[in-house]
């Protein structure tokens, strides 16, 4: 199908793009931009007047829940939760049941994600078997099955020499390994940051040295092996400081945090609010100030969502016993949005961070809209406020914080390939 996209301000941040220009789409490609090419003639148009258009999104974490956990959501129903966020790529954590540690299960996931024709899933392969944190998986036959990075999810690899050997295997064949920061000693038990909301409540704690000790090691063990790490959901003050002199030092690391840390705080928990009961844990506002700051100077590489559905009955439990997680993919452009008007930061520059910096993080060619590559657009109105309810998500868990608020950013259309993969009808 030939797409005309006119009168859109098109925001491109590879290309260093802010402009209003139609964009010309052909055969599932960018074919040209503010000129039609001769001959020309468009199947449809879409009138993009008011409305950014840029490349589609590439969200860094998005749990969607298969195999294994239908319960708390479908493959279908995530991934129209991701178009309908402008998402057209995402990375999707190992831990789903059984965990992605089996070239087969890689293959299913991809298979059955590539038959629904919506976004481009890109599996993360689990470091270890099972994600125990004592056994390698065969990181070479998983990449072969569709894996082109590896990690341990939310699940702590306690063995530093387990660590080493992973960290080695991985940079003989090239490969990122991502991992999130958190010592599971000092975590033991805990469910929120280690300040006085917790200490008000009774809540048993997680201290901010959880997290810089956990990245001492990685980033000492980068030194000695020379892999590429990515570290996975910064939440703390102390952390954002060492990343920035790890980052320094040339070493090869890059970082992201959710949006839900850039906007939230223990704080937020108020009375027991278990949309609140996050991994990491909400921190205190210094440290929220303090990820913000890391975004604007280039510490911290990317916002992603972190989207994590939950069933209804595995929030009503106590604080403590209540299942970790929030969904986020449908919220990770307003907040961004948010972000950039609060900070008075640049659009490009906003975009950024959930279109190019994730597409290089993943080492995708994907997040830009240079001539001859996939048309793979969001074409939404910044000014559309849209509020956030249990019937307006898209998601089949609905566990957000921020459930009953007014964002700015509404997604009108998603294309992949240029295909029309979702269209906004409300």
């Excluded at 341990?152 to 991985?170: D, E």
């Excluded at 991992?179 to 048993?204: K, M, W």
């Excluded at 975009?351 to 995708?364: D, H, N, S, V």
């Excluded at 240079?370 to 849209?386: G, R, T």
């Amino acid at each position: 199908m030939k797409i005309h996209i006119k009168n859109g301000r098109l925001i491109d941040p590879k290309n260093g793009i802010d402009a209003i220009q139609d964009v010309f789409i052909a055969a599932g490609k960018i074919l040209s931009l503010g000129f039609a090419p001769d001959t020309f003639s468009a199947d449809r148009i879409i009138d993009a007047q008011g409305c950014i258009v840029c490349p589609g999104l590439i969200d860094l974490s998005v749990r969607l829940r298969e195999p294994g956990l239908k319960y708390k959501a479908t493959l279908e129903s995530e991934m129209f939760a991701v178009v309908a966020g402008g998402v057209t790529s995402l990375a999707c954590p190992p831990d789903t049941d059984p965990p992605l540690d089996e070239p087969g299960l890689v293959k299913m996931l991809k298979h059955r994600a590539k038959n629904l024709n919506l976004a481009r899933v890109y599996p993360i392969g689990a470091l270890t078997k099972a994600l125990s944190g004592t056994r390698l998986t065969e990181m070479a036959e998983l990449h072969d099955a569709g894996c082109i990075v590896f990690g341990q999810s939310n699940v702590a690899l306690t063995n530093l020499h387990v660590m080493m050997q992973a960290m080695r295997y991985a940079s003989t064949f090239g490969f990122s390994v991502w991992l999130r920061p958190q010592d599971a000693h000092l975590t033991h038990n805990g469910v929120a940051h280690d300040g006085e909301i917790a200490t008000r409540l009774g809540l048993p704690v997680i201290p901010v040295c959880a997290e810089t000790i956990a990245l001492s090691n990685i980033i000492l063990l980068v030194k000695e092996t020379g892999v590429s790490v990515h570290l996975c959901r910064l939440s703390s003050m102390e952390g954002v400081e060492m990343v920035r002199a790890a980052k320094r030092q040339g070493l090869p690391i890059t970082c992201d945090i959710s949006f839900n840390h850039l906007y939230l705080s223990d704080m937020d928990i108020g009375f027991f609010d278990t949309n609140c009961h996050l991994v990491p844990p909400l921190r205190s506002t210094s440290d929220r100030d303090a990820l913000s700051v890391g975004l604007l100077d280039g510490t911290i590489d990317a916002i992603c969502s972190d989207h994590t559905p939950v069933d209804d009955d595995a929030k009503l439990l106590p604080f403590g016993q209540a299942e970790i997680g929030a969904i986020g993919v449908e919220l990770l452009l307003p907040f961004t949005l948010k972000w950039a008007t609060e900070k008075r930061i640049s659009l490009i520059k906003a975009f950024a961070k959930i279109t190019q910096q994730p597409a290089r993080i993943l080492g995708i060619d994907a997040g830009h809209l240079s001539l001859n590559s996939a048309a793979d657009l969001c074409i939404l109105d910044p000014e559309q406020y849209w509020k956030v309810t249990i019937t307006t998500i898209k998601s089949q868990s609905k566990n957000t914080p921020f459930l009953g608020m007014e964002i700015p950013g509404k997604v009108k259309y998603t294309l992949i390939n240029g295909d029309i993969v979702y269209q906004d009808t409300d």
